[in-house]
């Protein structure tokens, strides 16, 4: 129930196209979810993130879509460029605690 | 601004043996939390360090310890080194209020531990 899962496990989109990453969830006491964007040895670092009272935020070019009765949440990434290669990561959270729990990534490539 | 500063960057250590990993909040941060990334996978939350105490932990056992100073840096100190320890080990700093809470976590570049 912890859980959250990801999909596709990597992607490959061409520049100028649309990237878009998929996460599910069972806890329902989740209630901030937030995607990490992750470069080869770096840390990751925060993108965005959402909280189920609102179904889309948008910032620049990437963009959170949240279905919560169906307990999916997903980032676009609108014209996909090659610095946007990455390994993305969703997570989740519920206030009061103090853990992400991490989806296991998404590796994007974009083709120049 | 410096971020979280984490060292050392890289570390090999032999089965049995400790290993003492630290980490320097961000400037202004008083919340310490230190994660296990594997290989190919997701960071795995290990536990939280707020007013030097630990505040949560993960699933991991009580090999992994850690402790918080005075001026909010933190170590984390595994025993008995596994194979299966080998990971990049990250540190993430943030304000009191919790992961769910509008302070979002800064996580340093991490340690990149390897146990052979």
Not at chain 2, 9 to 27: D, E, N
Request: net charge positive; glycine share 10%; proline share 5%.
């Amino acid at each position: 129930q912890q859980q959250v899962k990801q999909s596709p496990q990597s992607l490959i989109v061409q520049k100028g196209g649309i990237s878009i990453i998929n996460c599910a969830y069972e806890n329902t006491a989740f209630d901030y979810f937030p995607w990490y964007q992750q470069f080869p040895g770096k840390g990751p670092a925060l993108l965005i993130a959402i909280r189920p009272d609102v179904s889309e935020k948008k910032e620049g070019r990437f963009t959170i879509s949240f279905n919560k009765s169906a307990k999916q949440f997903s980032l676009h990434i609108m014209d996909s460029q090659p610095g946007d290669s990455a390994t993305y990561f969703c997570a989740a959270a519920t206030s009061g605690t103090y853990k992400y729990i991490f989806g296991t990534g998404t590796r994007l490539k974009v083709l120049a | 601004d410096a971020g979280v500063t984490q060292s050392p960057t890289h570390l090999i250590k032999t089965r049995g043996q400790q290993v003492t990993l630290r980490c320097s909040p961000k400037s202004g941060h008083d919340t310490v939390s230190w994660y296990q990334q594997a290989l190919g996978q997701g960071p795995q939350f290990i536990f939280q360090y707020y007013e030097e105490e630990e505040r949560q932990r993960g699933n991991f056992p009580d090999r992994f310890s850690g402790h918080q100073f005075p001026n909010y840096s933190s170590e984390l100190n595994v025993n008995a080194l596994l194979l299966g320890d080998s990971a990049l080990y990250l540190c993430a700093s943030s304000l009191v209020g919790g992961a769910g809470s509008n302070y979002g976590y800064t996580f340093g570049s991490g340690t990149r531990l390897t146990v052979v």
